[in-house]
């Protein structure tokens, strides 16, 4: 019996010695894991294919941006995940400066334009996302209320409570929202015009995914709308439509970048490098609707839509500077009325 | 009989002393470390500012925070009356009346018992909502469910259930020829039930107010998802501590949820010291007098009214899992179910594993200490059960943030495998373990404990033929509540789940926070599905137990506040 035993322990670790060493010869990392904090839609189709290119097991949590800021500093500089993806690209500005991140130039991200990269090599641009309105044309209709055209529009008191956005305290989309309006109409304008559009906010959602939710199920007849995650909705056949505001829309970076003491740097690494690939960029086009940074990275047809929209390009340095400020204005003056 | 008087003495020494004092010094200092040190650490972090003693955060709180703390007793308050109200006639239905349908009610009873404490939140707009179901597709009215009252309404029916068990337990125990007496001495029905069956009821009913109480005051989910901006404690802390990670603060928060729960526990320990956990068969007396008509029909019509309402509620989410696009296209679909096999099974076996774990320590770790703590009347004991006890109404934000305090440096070996988590789970469920093992114990003779040891039985055998046999039930009750409880909650462990340790409860959390229906649905079913098989194997293990001569009854899990 004992032998027995043994035997089929032996061969159990023939196998799984073997396994190891030569199964995957063009995967050198392969069995490794590495963890995350992401806050992207289509995460589980592109981590999914990473795993299939590399055998490197991904790990993540899902956690809006300003939530991952706040946990690294109140952790004061405990490692805890290996690499951080997606989100607004102001938290990461923050978390380079503060010392939470590594600095790390992936060889691949020399095709990159040098406006989608932070100067000290502590966050790469991956992708940019643009931020829509998700209208729901059923509850326009029954109130009788016009298609809204523009952010100003979004100001006016008949849409009184069918207005909804997500906490900019929070979501780093919203927050590229509030810092677009100061930008596009000027500092006193601007914050007139969110004084106006919180009038008709009945209250403000936690994640940035819950806006064009809310105007899906027809709780709300406007949500204001990550463009990846309204993308999903209106194919799933919600009476909604996509609008991109006359003055332009916010479009913002999404980063990857290397956390400071990651468990397995290597790992991270090679992460990173396939997400800013060529074929990793692709991936990422195919399961989320955000134009990758790579100019050589094809994109596909569903996106060309985003042709139309006038996009404006946030300065990420000054997007970090008035972060603080702008966002300690509002909390000040309407986070009363945040989700909680 | 005669030959061995001293047998406490004796049967201290026969059962392997050191090894004994040994396991019981282990799982008492278990009881310190994991329950005692984290509160500690948690209260020292919210009157600590810079290292010296300062009351500034509570004082800030209670100045500038006044309105949550006025919404959360304001929620807590009318959530408690509608749940008693609805357990109450929930429990008289099953117990006092002659009705039909008696199965269905405990089923659904135990349904919104075992489900996430959440879920509630999900039907709600998907039923209530401004584009709701029934309030916009079937009504055709237009109204506002976010605020104060839909939270009331989703806790109340979901705390229902707690109460209706607590209270059926009572009322089964009580003695039946009391009521007969008060008949035979002239009393009608109305000065019977109110004079007589009431009163003797009123432990139980307190009971499941307090706990009711407790328990609303530390949910976050309804507030968070159907509140609007109507904002509580338990949610600010949540956000406080997630949100912004100020710990400080979120420990000053759940700190001053504590105060009432504390006071509640106090008079919990005082009324449960004399009631039963498990429900002894009810004295049989006579023929038995229907209750008064008016009354009778009153129970019928809410008993109803509830059962209809929680069909509706588990319903949605059954069809949310199935359809489309809820509200829109109603079309069957498997696109929902396909991706949680695709992305969440992982997640769900996870769920699944710690549930497991947790509830056989939880289990084991009970009739352990029952057998030591129900024997040993000393100070350090009563002590020992004193803190053990403690968790049960301890607000599950209040002991997460308190186990993030107290653990945060232990290395990642501990974080990252999921530790933290079924331990916080095991200590939540730890008293109802003790509890039950020791009033299975106060059954059993300990001169049969005795006789295997004059038959020459050491330590071990005692265990094998006597203890252990009869400890069965006491162990598969925690068993069952503790996978139950951390197959579906949230509260506490929210704050402890690393990107290696997601279960479902989390991300269902997440989904129905992105306001994703189908994926949520889904979750949502599952959970339910996975925590009813368990529910309904175990108790049938129990039963199959009973006819074997042991006395309990099953009686599932209303305990910790989720």
């Known amino acids: ?340 | 009989m005669g030959i061995k008087q001293s047998s406490s003495t004796h049967s201290k020494g026969a059962f392997l002393p050191d090894a004994s004092s040994f396991l019981y010094a282990l799982l008492a200092g278990g009881v310190l470390i994991f329950i005692l040190w984290p509160t500690i650490a948690i209260l020292k972090e919210s009157i600590l500012v810079d290292g010296t003693f300062s009351l500034e955060r509570y004082r800030d709180l209670l100045t500038g925070n006044r309105t949550l703390l006025k919404n959360s007793l304001f929620v807590g308050w009318w959530t408690t009356v509608l749940a008693v109200l609805i357990g109450l006639c929930c429990a008289t239905y099953v117990t006092r009346t002659s009705f039909r349908g008696k199965r269905a009610v405990l089923g659904v009873l135990l349904m919104t018992l075992i489900s996430p404490p959440f879920v509630s939140s999900l039907s709600y707009i998907m039923l209530f909502g401004r584009r709701g179901l029934v309030t916009w597709r079937l009504l055709g009215i237009s109204w506002s469910p976010y605020g104060a009252h839909g939270v009331i309404l989703m806790e109340s029916v979901g705390l229902a259930a707690v109460a209706a068990f607590l209270i059926m337990a009572v009322l089964r125990g009580i003695d039946r020829s009391l009521e007969q007496a008060s008949f035979d001495l002239g009393a009608g029905r109305w000065e019977t039930l109110i004079r007589v069956t009431l009163p003797l009821a009123a432990p139980g009913i307190v009971t499941a107010a307090l706990i009711v109480f407790i328990r609303s005051l530390s949910d976050f989910g309804t507030p968070m998802f159907i509140g609007g901006n109507y904002n509580v404690l338990a949610t600010q802390a949540y956000m406080v501590a997630m949100g912004s990670y100020d710990l400080p603060k979120a420990a000053a928060i759940s700190t001053i949820l504590l105060v009432p729960a504390f006071l509640v526990f106090l008079v919990y320990r005082k009324l449960m010291s004399g009631a039963p956990l498990f429900s002894s068969k009810s004295v049989a007396a006579g023929d038995e007098r229907p209750l008064p008509g008016a009354v009778r029909w009153f129970v019928f019509s809410v008993v109803w009214s509830f059962v209809l309402f929680e069909g509706m509620k588990y319903g949605a989410i059954l069809c949310g899992a199935f359809v489309k696009t809820w509200g829109v296209n109603f079309s069957f679909t498997l696109q929902h179910l396909n991706t949680l096999q695709l992305t969440k099974l992982g997640s769900l076996l996870r769920s699944v594993r710690y549930s497991f774990v947790a509830a056989l320590v939880a289990g084991l770790m009970g009739v352990v200490m029952a057998r030591f703590i129900g024997r040993r009347a000393t100070l350090f004991s009563r002590a020992v059960e004193f803190i053990a006890d403690l968790p049960f109404i301890l607000p599950g934000p209040f002991f997460g943030i308190a186990y993030l305090l107290a653990f945060n440096r232990l290395p990642e070996a501990f974080l990252g495998t999921g530790f933290l988590i079924v331990a916080n789970c095991v200590y939540r469920q730890l008293s109802l373990g003790i509890k039950s093992g020791v009033s299975v114990l106060k059954q059993i003779n300990p001169e049969l404990e005795d006789a295997v040891r004059d038959q020459g039985g050491g330590g071990l055998a005692v265990l094998r033929d006597v203890t252990g046999p009869l400890l069965m039930p006491a162990f598969l009750v925690s068993f069952i509540n503790t996978f139950t409880f951390t197959m579906t909650t949230i509260g506490g462990i929210i704050f402890l789940i690393t990107p290696y340790t997601k279960v479902l409860t989390a991300e269902m959390f997440d989904a129905i926070q992105s306001g994703d229906i189908g994926a949520s649905s889904v979750m949502a079913s599952v959970i339910i599905l996975v925590a009813m098989a368990v529910n309904v194997a175990f108790s049938w293990l129990l039963l199959k137990g009973r006819k074997k001569g042991s006395e309990v009854e099953y009686v599932p899990s209303f305990g910790a506040t989720r």
């Open chain 1, 1 to 340: 019996m004992r032998r027995v035993v043994a035997l089929v322990a032996m061969v159990a670790l023939a196998v799984l010695v073997g396994s190891a060493a030569f199964a995957d010869a063009d995967r050198p990392l392969a069995g490794r894991s590495i963890s995350i904090f992401t806050a992207a839609t289509g995460k589980d189709e592109t981590f999914a294919e990473f795993t299939k290119d590399t055998g490197i097991e991904v790990h993540y949590l899902e956690m809006s941006s300003g939530e991952v800021l706040s946990r690294l500093r109140a952790s004061g500089g405990k490692n805890l995940a290996d690499a951080w993806f997606g989100g607004g690209v102001d938290s990461f500005i923050a978390a380079g400066e503060e010392g939470y991140l590594e600095s790390y130039r992936s060889p691949e991200a020399e095709m990159i334009p040098d406006e989608y990269k932070s100067s000290g090599g502590y966050w790469t641009g991956l992708s940019l996302v643009a931020v829509d309105l998700i209208v729901n044309t059923d509850v326009l209709k029954e109130k009788n209320l016009p298609l809204p055209k523009t952010w100003l529009d979004l100001g006016n008191t008949d849409y009184k409570d069918e207005l909804i956005m997500s906490n900019p305290t929070i979501s780093g989309t919203n927050y590229a929202v509030l810092f677009h309006l100061i930008q596009i109409y000027g500092e006193e304008a601007g914050w007139d015009l969110i004084q106006k559009m919180d009038a008709n906010i009945p209250f403000y959602t936690k994640r940035g995914a819950a806006p064009p939710n809310k105007a899906a199920m027809g709780e709300v007849a406007i949500g204001i709308d990550p463009y990846d995650i309204g993308v999903q909705i209106v194919a799933q056949g919600y009476p909604v439509v996509s609008v991109f505001p006359e003055e332009g829309v916010p479009g913002f970076i999404a980063p990857i970048a290397l956390m400071k003491g990651a468990k397995d740097m290597e790992a991270a690494k090679a992460f990173i490098d396939w997400c800013l690939s060529k074929r990793g960029q692709e991936v990422q086009m195919t399961y989320t609707a955000k134009v990758g940074t790579r100019p050589d990275a094809e994109v596909p047809e569903y996106l060309q839509g985003l042709g139309k929209a006038k996009i404006v390009v946030a300065d990420p340095v000054k997007v970090g500077e008035m972060r603080d400020s702008i966002l300690d204005r509002w909390q000040q003056e309407f986070g009363d009325k945040a989700e909680q």
